[in-house]
């Protein structure tokens, strides 16, 4: 603890470092104020019925990813999301066409340039949502015209698009990458609502006797902090192959015969194969919510009022995120170039010939290590569900794709910090 102290010390005798904190500390306020700021004509409360209502899962999910910008009906009320599903679905297109592949790959300029392609695409998503959205609660709105709807969806779409601004400043100018601190502090912002729903809950009698109430309260808080400690642990871990390279001659000097290793991060994908899966798990009741919203048809009606939470919907949630999690894993790691890469460079893993068989190897060790973590994703996504099952508390428990989010922005901001501290002759957070 003292080393952490120190460390955090530390970043305030590096200037530019403490500059840095505090041009990101001011991005992230006028962000805030943002979300503060209404809509003209639109009432906040036709967006808030829209995450309340049974079918509102998937408004439910955007309120948490803007952090209560949308059911406030705010000029952030879009926030990241079109930035988000813009990056996925860029980033599954040059997967599929070897020239936006090829741009990847292509360095810096590469990068830069896909860049401009997802900022332009998530605008035009912005504007997209924007639209259908508008429409969607156009009869709840008083004297709708065309007039009134472009203000709403211009609005919307000059607030994503503004976010997307703040985020490269912060990126370019603060610390650490600025759309995944804006995705951080709307998640954060949650926190004191969760907290009052807890209070309310025990003042309420609502978690039994008070004695009753404190130990489900310091339960919530054990598995909270529980469930941070293993999303670390996994979201860190890593399997680390042995590779040994061959002694080679070249001139009077000799090159190779050292033993390292390749390491592969065991949750691979990350979170969005949560995210992948529960955007489409929240698919069917909200379009039988928009479309037929009075029908009293058996299967309509379970879909729009019982399809969530349900047995059937955890167990196709848990298979389409272990699913999603291979699919993810295997289009952004190819154990045949790095099988390629090791041989190229005169390398091989101890008892497994080079070329096919390394890759092979390489292949079923990443097969292991992605039903683990598609497993693992499964469990701490769930986990707050079956929860609210067994103890009938529902409202308090974290989902784990905001853990994950929580801990790997978390991550970043503490390596970016900790690395200009050790450049600069400074000790970092964990080392003296």
């Not at 305030?12 to 840095?20: A, C, M």
């Not at 599929?96 to 360095?107: P, R, T, Y």
């Not at 709840?140 to 994503?160: C, E, K, P, Q, Y």
Request: with cysteine; aromatic share 12%; hydrophobic share 50%.
């Amino acid at each position: 603890m003292k080393k952490i102290f120190s460390g955090i010390a530390n970043i305030f005798k590096v200037p530019e470092l403490r500059k840095k904190i505090l041009f990101t500390a001011i991005i992230l306020v006028v962000y805030r104020i943002g979300c503060q700021i209404p809509i003209p004509f639109l009432n906040k409360s036709v967006l808030a019925s829209l995450v309340s209502q049974g079918g509102g899962s998937l408004f439910g999910l955007v309120d948490v990813f803007t952090g209560g910008a949308f059911s406030n009906a705010t000029i952030f009320a879009l926030s990241i999301s079109p930035y988000i599903n813009a990056s996925i679905i860029i980033q599954l297109l040059c997967v599929a066409f070897d020239s936006l592949g090829k741009l990847a790959k292509e360095g810096d300029e590469g990068r830069k340039k896909i860049d401009r392609i997802t900022r332009y695409s998530a605008i035009g998503l912005a504007l997209v949502e924007a639209v259908a959205i508008t429409w969607g609660i156009h009869n709840s709105l008083s004297n709708f015209n065309f007039f009134i709807m472009a203000v709403v969806v211009l609005t919307m779409t000059a607030g994503t698009a503004l976010i997307v601004w703040l985020g490269d400043l912060v990126t370019e100018k603060g610390i650490s990458n600025g759309i995944s601190l804006i995705i951080f502090v709307n998640i954060i912002s949650r926190g004191p609502s969760a907290v009052s729903t807890m209070i309310s809950y025990y003042s309420n009698g609502l978690l039994g006797n008070k004695v009753v109430g404190i130990l489900i309260m310091a339960l919530v808080v054990v598995v909270f902090l529980a469930v941070i400690g293993c999303v670390v642990w996994v979201n860190e871990a890593e399997r680390r192959l042995p590779v040994k390279y061959a002694k080679r001659v070249v001139g009077s000097k000799m090159y190779g015969g050292q033993a390292t290793y390749v390491p592969i991060k065991v949750c691979w994908a990350g979170v969005l194969p949560i995210i992948f899966a529960m955007s489409i798990m929240v698919l069917p009741s909200t379009i039988v919510s928009f479309i037929w919203p009075s029908s009293t048809n058996a299967f309509i009606v379970f879909l729009r009022d019982q399809w969530t939470g349900g047995w059937v919907y955890n167990v196709v949630y848990a298979v389409l995120i272990v699913a999603f999690t291979f699919f993810y894993t295997y289009i952004q790691f190819n154990p045949v170039d790095l099988a390629n890469n090791i041989q190229s460079n005169g390398g091989f893993i101890p008892g497994i010939r080079p070329g096919r068989e390394t890759a092979a190897y390489i292949t079923k060790v990443l097969h292991r290590l992605t039903w683990f973590s598609g497993m693992f994703l499964a469990v701490v996504q769930l986990f707050p569900s079956l929860l609210g099952t067994i103890t009938g508390i529902n409202g308090l428990w974290l989902g784990g794709s905001s853990v994950f989010i929580m801990v790997g922005v978390a991550l970043e901001v503490v390596r970016s910090a900790e690395s200009m501290m050790i450049m600069r002759h400074h000790s970092g957070f964990l080392e003296d």
